[in-house]
Protein backbone atom coordinates (compact mmCIF):
# COMPACT_ATOMS: atom_id res chain seq x y z
CA UNK A 1 0.00 0.00 0.00
CA UNK A 2 1.63 3.41 -1.53
CA UNK A 3 -1.27 5.73 -0.72
CA UNK A 4 0.08 7.17 3.16
CA UNK A 5 -3.21 9.94 2.63
CA UNK A 6 -6.34 9.40 0.91
CA UNK A 7 -9.57 11.53 0.44
CA UNK A 8 -12.85 11.10 -1.06
CA UNK A 9 -15.87 12.73 -1.83
CA UNK A 10 -14.70 15.52 1.18
CA UNK A 11 -17.43 18.18 1.55
CA UNK A 12 -17.01 20.68 3.77
CA UNK A 13 -20.53 23.43 4.63
CA UNK A 14 -20.88 26.35 6.11
CA UNK A 15 -24.70 26.77 6.35
CA UNK A 16 -25.37 28.31 3.01
CA UNK A 17 -21.66 27.91 1.72
CA UNK A 18 -20.23 24.94 0.35
CA UNK A 19 -16.71 25.83 1.15
CA UNK A 20 -15.04 22.10 -0.58
CA UNK A 21 -17.39 20.07 -2.78
CA UNK A 22 -17.03 16.18 -2.90
CA UNK A 23 -13.16 16.47 -3.64
CA UNK A 24 -11.52 13.33 -4.07
CA UNK A 25 -7.58 11.99 -4.46
CA UNK A 26 -4.47 10.21 -3.10
CA UNK A 27 -0.87 10.64 -2.30
CA UNK A 28 1.71 8.36 -2.71
CA UNK A 29 4.41 7.52 -0.16
CA UNK A 30 7.49 9.57 -1.11
CA UNK A 31 6.11 12.37 -3.14
CA UNK A 32 5.29 15.90 -2.86
CA UNK A 33 1.60 16.74 -3.50
CA UNK A 34 0.89 20.04 -3.65
CA UNK A 35 -2.90 21.75 -3.13
CA UNK A 36 -2.96 24.88 -5.42
CA UNK A 37 -5.06 27.83 -5.66
CA UNK A 38 -6.11 31.09 -5.28
CA UNK A 39 -7.42 32.59 -1.76
CA UNK A 40 -11.10 31.61 -1.09
CA UNK A 41 -10.12 28.39 -3.14
CA UNK A 42 -11.21 25.81 -0.24
CA UNK A 43 -7.50 24.69 0.30
CA UNK A 44 -6.70 25.68 3.12
CA UNK A 45 -9.99 24.22 4.49
CA UNK A 46 -9.17 21.17 2.97
CA UNK A 47 -6.19 20.66 4.66
CA UNK A 48 -7.67 21.54 7.88
CA UNK A 49 -9.88 18.75 7.60
CA UNK A 50 -7.02 16.41 6.37
CA UNK A 51 -5.16 17.41 9.15
CA UNK A 52 -7.97 16.74 11.67
CA UNK A 53 -8.68 19.98 12.55
CA UNK A 54 -12.07 20.91 10.90
CA UNK A 55 -14.80 17.72 10.71
CA UNK A 56 -16.09 17.21 6.97
CA UNK A 57 -19.85 17.55 6.63
CA UNK A 58 -19.21 14.68 4.58
CA UNK A 59 -16.67 11.94 2.76
CA UNK A 60 -13.53 10.09 4.55
CA UNK A 61 -10.11 11.26 4.79
CA UNK A 62 -8.07 7.90 5.68
CA UNK A 63 -4.33 7.95 6.75
CA UNK A 64 -1.81 5.20 6.16
CA UNK A 65 -4.65 3.02 4.69
CA UNK A 66 -6.91 3.12 7.88
CA UNK A 67 -9.86 5.78 8.64
CA UNK A 68 -8.20 8.73 10.06
CA UNK A 69 -7.52 8.17 14.09
CA UNK A 70 -5.52 10.08 17.31
CA UNK A 71 -2.86 6.75 16.26
CA UNK A 72 -2.73 7.80 13.00
CA UNK A 73 -1.62 11.23 14.05
CA UNK A 74 1.16 10.60 15.61
CA UNK A 75 2.76 10.08 12.35
CA UNK A 76 1.81 13.41 11.22
CA UNK A 77 3.82 16.89 11.14
CA UNK A 78 1.67 19.80 10.30
CA UNK A 79 3.52 23.54 9.64
CA UNK A 80 0.73 25.85 9.97
CA UNK A 81 0.39 29.03 8.15
CA UNK A 82 0.37 30.87 11.40
CA UNK A 83 1.87 28.83 15.17
CA UNK A 84 1.89 31.07 18.21
CA UNK A 85 5.41 30.20 20.06
CA UNK A 86 5.63 30.64 23.95
CA UNK A 87 6.98 34.25 25.14
CA UNK A 88 10.91 34.57 26.00
CA UNK A 89 12.17 30.87 25.24
CA UNK A 90 15.38 31.07 22.94
CA UNK A 91 14.80 28.73 19.83
CA UNK A 92 16.52 25.79 21.45
CA UNK A 93 14.52 25.51 24.23
CA UNK A 94 11.33 25.95 22.15
CA UNK A 95 12.45 22.99 20.11
CA UNK A 96 12.62 21.18 23.90
CA UNK A 97 9.50 22.37 24.67
CA UNK A 98 7.23 20.89 22.00
CA UNK A 99 9.58 17.78 21.96
CA UNK A 100 7.88 17.44 25.41
CA UNK A 101 4.76 16.59 23.55
CA UNK A 102 5.61 13.37 22.21
CA UNK A 103 7.11 9.85 23.13
CA UNK A 104 8.86 9.54 19.35
CA UNK A 105 11.09 12.37 18.52
CA UNK A 106 14.13 13.38 16.26
CA UNK A 107 17.72 13.92 17.68
CA UNK A 108 17.55 17.78 18.58
CA UNK A 109 21.14 18.32 16.85
CA UNK A 110 20.18 16.12 13.86
CA UNK A 111 16.84 18.78 13.14
CA UNK A 112 19.23 21.45 13.92
CA UNK A 113 21.35 20.45 11.28
CA UNK A 114 18.32 19.60 8.73
CA UNK A 115 16.45 23.10 9.38
CA UNK A 116 19.80 25.38 9.51
CA UNK A 117 18.63 26.60 12.70
CA UNK A 118 21.90 26.32 13.93
CA UNK A 119 23.08 30.09 13.51
CA UNK A 120 20.43 31.26 16.04
CA UNK A 121 19.77 28.37 18.01
CA UNK A 122 20.08 30.49 21.21
CA UNK A 123 18.33 33.29 20.15
CA UNK A 124 14.99 34.87 21.57
CA UNK A 125 12.09 33.36 19.03
CA UNK A 126 10.33 36.25 19.13
CA UNK A 127 13.54 38.37 17.27
CA UNK A 128 13.78 35.91 14.40
CA UNK A 129 13.61 37.16 10.67
CA UNK A 130 10.68 35.92 8.79
CA UNK A 131 12.82 33.19 7.13
CA UNK A 132 14.45 32.14 10.60
CA UNK A 133 10.80 31.64 11.64
CA UNK A 134 9.77 29.91 9.14
CA UNK A 135 12.79 26.90 9.22
CA UNK A 136 12.07 27.44 13.18
CA UNK A 137 8.36 26.53 12.36
CA UNK A 138 9.67 23.18 9.78
CA UNK A 139 11.26 22.01 12.27
CA UNK A 140 8.89 22.16 15.29
CA UNK A 141 6.62 19.86 12.35
CA UNK A 142 9.61 17.55 12.06
CA UNK A 143 10.00 17.63 15.72
CA UNK A 144 7.96 13.98 16.20
CA UNK A 145 9.77 12.48 12.95
CA UNK A 146 6.78 12.24 11.16
CA UNK A 147 6.25 10.23 7.76
CA UNK A 148 3.42 13.00 6.57
CA UNK A 149 4.14 16.17 6.56
CA UNK A 150 1.95 19.36 5.77
CA UNK A 151 3.18 22.43 5.09
CA UNK A 152 0.18 25.26 4.71
CA UNK A 153 1.30 27.99 2.38
CA UNK A 154 4.82 28.34 4.36
CA UNK A 155 6.75 30.73 2.52
CA UNK A 156 3.97 33.80 2.29
CA UNK A 157 5.29 36.86 3.38
CA UNK A 158 9.19 35.81 2.34
CA UNK A 159 11.68 37.58 0.87
CA UNK A 160 12.86 35.90 -2.42
CA UNK A 161 16.02 34.15 -1.12
CA UNK A 162 14.39 32.90 1.77
CA UNK A 163 11.61 31.43 -0.46
CA UNK A 164 14.28 29.53 -2.28
CA UNK A 165 16.39 28.60 0.85
CA UNK A 166 12.98 27.25 2.43
CA UNK A 167 12.72 24.55 -0.60
CA UNK A 168 16.30 23.67 -0.21
CA UNK A 169 14.96 22.67 2.85
CA UNK A 170 12.06 20.77 1.95
CA UNK A 171 14.14 19.28 -1.07
CA UNK A 172 16.26 17.78 1.70
CA UNK A 173 13.57 16.54 3.66
CA UNK A 174 12.06 14.64 0.61
CA UNK A 175 15.15 12.87 0.43
CA UNK A 176 14.64 11.50 3.94
CA UNK A 177 11.75 9.88 2.36
CA UNK A 178 9.19 12.08 3.86
CA UNK A 179 5.83 12.66 2.02
CA UNK A 180 4.55 16.10 2.07
CA UNK A 181 1.49 17.70 1.17
CA UNK A 182 1.92 21.46 0.68
CA UNK A 183 -0.66 24.40 -0.45
CA UNK A 184 0.93 27.20 -2.17
CA UNK A 185 -0.41 29.78 -4.51
CA UNK A 186 3.33 30.59 -5.94
CA UNK A 187 3.43 28.60 -9.09
CA UNK A 188 7.18 28.73 -9.10
CA UNK A 189 7.40 26.65 -5.65
CA UNK A 190 5.16 23.95 -7.13
CA UNK A 191 6.91 23.67 -10.14
CA UNK A 192 10.11 23.71 -8.08
CA UNK A 193 9.00 20.83 -5.29
CA UNK A 194 5.62 19.03 -6.66
CA UNK A 195 5.85 15.97 -8.23
CA UNK A 196 2.09 16.27 -8.50
CA UNK A 197 -0.11 18.95 -8.29
CA UNK A 198 -4.36 19.46 -7.59
CA UNK A 199 -5.38 22.87 -8.49
CA UNK A 200 -8.22 23.91 -6.93
CA UNK A 201 -11.33 26.44 -7.58
CA UNK A 202 -14.55 27.41 -5.72
CA UNK A 203 -13.96 24.36 -3.56
CA UNK A 204 -13.52 21.94 -6.20
CA UNK A 205 -10.80 20.46 -8.32
CA UNK A 206 -10.29 21.44 -11.42
CA UNK A 207 -7.38 19.63 -12.85
CA UNK A 208 -4.50 17.11 -11.29
CA UNK A 209 -1.21 15.55 -12.64
CA UNK A 210 2.54 16.17 -12.41
CA UNK A 211 3.35 20.26 -13.80
CA UNK A 212 4.96 19.06 -17.00
CA UNK A 213 1.98 16.31 -17.43
CA UNK A 214 -0.78 19.31 -17.33
CA UNK A 215 1.26 21.98 -19.20
CA UNK A 216 1.53 19.11 -22.05
CA UNK A 217 -2.04 18.42 -21.80
CA UNK A 218 -3.20 22.47 -22.02
CA UNK A 219 -0.99 23.91 -24.34
CA UNK A 220 1.11 23.85 -27.59
CA UNK A 221 3.92 26.24 -28.73
CA UNK A 222 4.34 29.47 -26.53
CA UNK A 223 2.95 32.39 -25.12
CA UNK A 224 2.87 35.69 -26.45
CA UNK A 225 2.01 38.63 -23.77
CA UNK A 226 1.55 42.17 -24.46
CA UNK A 227 0.16 44.93 -22.69
CA UNK A 228 -3.55 44.42 -22.45
CA UNK A 229 -3.42 49.19 -23.67
CA UNK A 230 -1.72 47.94 -26.55
CA UNK A 231 -4.84 45.68 -28.05
CA UNK A 232 -7.72 48.46 -26.54
CA UNK A 233 -10.02 48.43 -29.63
CA UNK A 234 -8.27 46.23 -31.97
CA UNK A 235 -9.97 43.65 -33.80
CA UNK A 236 -7.44 40.52 -33.75
CA UNK A 237 -7.78 37.03 -35.65
CA UNK A 238 -6.98 35.05 -32.60
CA UNK A 239 -8.47 34.48 -28.42
CA UNK A 240 -6.63 36.34 -25.90
CA UNK A 241 -6.98 35.85 -22.26
CA UNK A 242 -7.03 38.85 -20.21
CA UNK A 243 -4.26 38.56 -16.98
CA UNK A 244 -4.27 41.68 -14.94
CA UNK A 245 -2.82 44.45 -17.15
CA UNK A 246 -1.59 42.08 -20.04
CA UNK A 247 -2.95 39.93 -22.54
CA UNK A 248 -1.91 36.61 -23.72
CA UNK A 249 -2.02 35.03 -26.88
CA UNK A 250 -1.07 31.27 -27.24
CA UNK A 251 0.36 30.44 -30.65
CA UNK A 252 2.67 27.58 -32.15
CA UNK A 253 3.65 29.91 -34.84
CA UNK A 254 5.27 33.10 -33.14
CA UNK A 255 6.65 34.74 -36.50
CA UNK A 256 3.23 34.73 -38.09
CA UNK A 257 1.55 35.91 -34.67
CA UNK A 258 4.30 38.69 -34.58
CA UNK A 259 3.46 39.42 -38.27
CA UNK A 260 -0.26 39.66 -37.86
CA UNK A 261 0.11 42.26 -34.61
CA UNK A 262 2.36 44.54 -36.69
CA UNK A 263 -0.13 44.24 -39.40
CA UNK A 264 -3.58 45.15 -37.34
CA UNK A 265 -0.76 48.11 -35.71
CA UNK A 266 -0.58 47.24 -32.63
CA UNK A 267 2.75 48.32 -31.03
CA UNK A 268 5.02 45.76 -30.08
CA UNK A 269 7.09 47.43 -27.13
CA UNK A 270 6.58 44.93 -24.41
CA UNK A 271 6.09 41.71 -26.35
CA UNK A 272 7.66 38.77 -24.67
CA UNK A 273 7.16 35.46 -25.75
CA UNK A 274 8.04 32.69 -23.01
CA UNK A 275 6.70 29.35 -22.77
CA UNK A 276 3.46 28.15 -20.72
CA UNK A 277 3.83 28.01 -16.98
CA UNK A 278 1.27 26.89 -14.18
CA UNK A 279 -0.04 30.37 -13.64
CA UNK A 280 -1.27 30.26 -17.27
CA UNK A 281 -2.70 26.90 -17.11
CA UNK A 282 -4.64 28.28 -14.23
CA UNK A 283 -5.49 31.24 -15.94
CA UNK A 284 -6.87 28.98 -18.70
CA UNK A 285 -8.74 27.00 -16.71
CA UNK A 286 -10.48 29.12 -14.42
CA UNK A 287 -10.64 32.82 -16.28
CA UNK A 288 -8.36 34.03 -13.51
CA UNK A 289 -5.22 34.67 -12.56
CA UNK A 290 -3.50 33.04 -8.80
CA UNK A 291 -2.91 35.56 -6.97
CA UNK A 292 -1.20 36.26 -3.42
Known sequence: MNDLL??????????????VDGVSFS???????????????GKTTTIEMMEGISKPTSGEVR????????????RVGIQFQNTALQDYLTVAETLKLFAAFYTKTIDQDELTELCSLGDFLHQDARKLSGGQRQRLLLALALINDPDLVFLDEPTTGLDPQSRRNFWELVQAIKRRGKTIVLTTHYMDEAETLCD???IM???????RGSPSQLLERHF????VHLPATAVEGKILPFQMLANRDRVEIQTTAVD??????????VPLTGLQVKSPNLEDLFLKLTGHALRA
Do not use: W
Open 63 to 74: LFGEPASRKAFE
Open 201 to 207: DQGRIVE
Open 256 to 265: ATVRQLAEAQ
Open 27 to 41: VTKGQCFGLLGPNGA
Open 220 to 223: EGVM
Open 196 to 198: DIA
Open 6 to 19: SVHNLVKRYKQLTA
